[in-house]
């Protein structure tokens, strides 16, 4: 095992959660290096579908930091990229807003009453009727009593996002190491964070991020703290190529339920939304089964039926392939954010779910802000990483 040079911060994981981090930290004027055992992508953001939500997060601090990040994320997709491109073309950044549906009149009036409660937060949203739905969304079913309509609400392809911030990075001097595990992190007689071991060698740091997502847990057992990150699966359906049909991303209102359900059992609800090479994407199931990667033919049956109740026109649509995923839950649904303070140098950036792809940019952006000593844009104590400490004590950890 060889020693390698010394670096201001070595960020864990280079999904998208690690690439804005690494991003920022560079911007910020650190050194950076990024450690992945995979590629790019290789875990959450891979399956992921790309979205960047404002519209399914309540009043609080989740939903602050999606707004923050809506806004970044709307400065990176501005960014010149190469001749004559932007960051948005490349990434298929689109600002394409989003639908929620409600299927009766109970439904939708707790619908108008949670965007209602959003707008007083500074989230721009619409309620639409029965009619108007159609305006919105021709091909959607006529059965429906009316929705909300979100114009912050925006789409990337997560892989090519993550990809492209890296090579940003890059392009400011991080170096990034994929293919490489970490197996340890080091720290000195007072228990500060030194640098990591890997399989390669050893990176000497000052600080280490830990955004390894759904394995956040495990990066967080190498260096003396417990973080309980657990794996949400959840499938997506492909369908072939077709015209552009579906103008928005459109869900049941079902779904912002399902997002903050503590329950392990499987939740689904129609999400649904065309992509610019033509596919249409359908979602979203959430369950707690560990990390079996077992294709659910059940599942992917039910989330087929409830986009066809969306759609009908989706019935005769051959769907090409389904793929799965797993979210890094955290019990209370907030991910952990910033520094531990268990471990001095030791920061984290994991526990997103499935809203890591939006939420990246202000993440990215608060990590370099504590790693350079710098006033946070938000404040940071709902996402401490040791909040969870007191519920273990109780359990008798």
């Known amino acids: 095992m060889t020693d390698s040079h010394l670096c201001d911060v070595v960020v864990v994981g280079a999904g998208m959660i690690g690439a804005a981090c ?29 979205n960047l939500l404002v ?54 009036t707790a619908l108008a009453d949670f965007a209602a409660a959003q707008t007083a937060a500074g989230v721009r949203n619409r309620v639409v009727s029965a009619d108007e739905l159609t305006d919105l969304e021709p091909h959607l079913a006529k059965d429906l009593a009316g929705g909300v309509h979100y114009p912050q609400d925006a789409q990337v392809q997560p892989a090519l996002a993550a990809a492209h911030l890296l090579r940003l990075a890059r392009l400011t001097g991080a170096e990034v190491r994929l293919g490489e595990t970490v197996v340890g992190i080091d720290t000195d007689a007072a228990g ?3 640098g990591v071991r890997t399989d390669r060698g050893r990176i000497k ?10 394995w956040g847990g495990a990066v967080a057992e190498l260096g003396g703290v417990h973080l309980p990150v657990l794996p949400r699966r959840g499938f997506v359906l492909v369908t072939a190529p077709l015209p552009p049909v579906i103008r928005h991303k459109v869900y049941a209102a079902d779904y912002v339920a399902d997002v903050a359900s503590d329950s392990a059992d499987l939740q689904s609800s129609a999400v649904v939304e065309g992509t610019p090479a033509g596919p249409v994407l359908i979602g979203a199931s959430r369950e707690r089964v560990g990390f079996d990667r077992t294709l659910s033919v059940p599942v992917v049956r039910r989330l087929a039926a409830q986009a066809v109740a969306l ?87």
């Open 205 to 214: 740091a000052f600080a280490v991020v830990n955004a390894a997502g759904t």
């Open 311 to 397: 759609f009908p026109r989706l019935a005769t649509v051959p769907a090409m392939r389904a793929y799965r995923g797993f979210r890094p839950y955290l019990p209370d649904h907030l991910p952990a954010i910033g520094p531990d303070p268990r471990r001095p140098g030791l920061f984290h950036a994991c526990g997103h779910e499935g809203a890591g792809i939006g939420l990246a940019p202000a993440t990215g952006l608060l990590v370099a802000q504590t790693l350079t000593g710098a006033e946070p844009a938000q404040d940071l104590t709902p996402f401490r990483p040791d909040r969870f400490d007191d519920a273990t004590e109780g359990a008798g950890r």
């Open 55 to 108: 519209s399914d997060k309540e009043p609080g601090p989740e939903l602050d930091l999606a707004l923050l990040s809506a806004a970044l994320w709307e400065d990176l997709a501005a960014e010149g990229f190469g001749a004559g491109d932007r960051l948005g073309g490349v990434v298929e950044y689109e600002a394409k807003g989003g639908l929620v549906v409600a299927s009766d009149e109970r439904r939708l």
């Open 22 to 50: 690494a991003l920022y930290a560079a911007r910020a004027g650190l050194t950076v290096a990024v450690v992945d055992r995979g590629p790019v992508a290789g875990g959450t953001t891979g399956a992921g579908e790309g």
């Open 192 to 194: 500060r964070v030194t």
